[in-house]
């Protein structure tokens, strides 16, 4: 928490300098519904390491992990009471006194891009500092050079938690070349996804979360439709569900940057397929053509990849289905995307404040 800088002397009087670490203070965290229970405890574990109090406010979709998390701080630890504090309410008016309370010196917030917009601008008052890990519209894409047979399928990573996950590659950008047979595996991939209970461990796609998000991306589907796209699979509701928030895995054909679809975060089992001209350099001005840059993925030979990747304007990405995601790693995104890491060093850096010190004797 300390390190020491180097000694020196003002009209001849020595003096001794160093840099201290301290805890920002209170940090107001508020999650979001998908993954909960691993968004809370990626929080609670880098503010109180960092010596910090926090106030959680969970999701009103998800109150329960919240909960959780006081119930274990409660009773199996020697926190002491008022270091971590839960407000489970289905009022989200108290996020915003989060963000506007002189006595709160930081919000952490994981969710949508507008209410981190919204956060921000309430948390400029007080000026208090905002950690945002917002939306994505990441990019799956495929070099002219990678193995398309074993490469394609990979799509199907896109419907990992029913879609609904903020890093997930849901614009698959293609060569030309091969577009038709990218549509063709990606429709079969996706035709023969597991739909159902998602208790099941045979179910790989379960429901979304609420009816608020079913009617979200149905309409985005409709939205999709309207301006050209070409449904190749799902496109509503699955046969044989109909209880249930379930959307089926849906493939868009036919669609390109201006279509909203290839711009606008959907949060559910539905990806675009759009192909790319112009080699390498077609595709990184096409996968850069997005408001968000939280992640990515580049398939193809590993060098021609690392140097694709090294031109996209996102936080993270994975070469050829290599994993970065880690407590150790520092996770977040430029642009739309947010402000700030999450993880790592420099996740633990964002919960602490910098003070230098001089100083004269010993």
Partial sequence: WER???????????????????????????????????????KVAQVLATGNTMVLKPAIETPWSG????????????IPAGVFNVVATSDNGVAQLLATDPRVDMVSFTGSTAVGKLLQSLSADTMKRTLLELGGKSAYMVLDDADMESVLPGCMGALIHSGQGCGLTTRMLVPRQVYDQAVEVATATFAAVPVGDPTDPATFCGPVVSAKQ??????????????GGRVTVGGGRPDGLDRGYFVAPTVFADVDARHRLFQEEIFGPV???????????????????????????????????????????????????????????????????????QNGHEGFEQHLQTKTIGYTGA
């Fill in 271 to 341: 990806i675009t397929i759009t192909p790319y001209d112009g080699g390498d350099d077609g595709l990184v001005e096409l996968a850069n053509n997005s408001t968000y840059g939280l992640s990515g993925a580049v398939m193809g030979s590993p060098d021609r990849a690392m140097a694709v990747a090294g031109r996209i304007r996102t936080g993270t990405l994975n070469l050829n289905g290599a994993m970065f995601y880690g407590a150790d790693a520092p996770f977040g995104g430029y642009k739309m995307s947010g402000l700030g890491r």
């Fill in 4 to 42: 020491a800088l180097p000694d020196g002397a003002l009209l001849g009087s020595p003096y001794h300098r160093k840099v201290v670490k301290e805890a920002v203070g209170v940090v107001g965290a508020i999650t979001p519904w998908n993954f909960p229970f691993e968004i809370i405890s990626n």
């Fill in 67 to 78: 909960l959780r998390w006081g119930r274990i701080v409660a009773e199996k630890t020697d």
């Fill in 214 to 227: 079913h009617e979200r991306v149905l309409n985005y589907i409709e939205i999709g439709k309207q301006q």
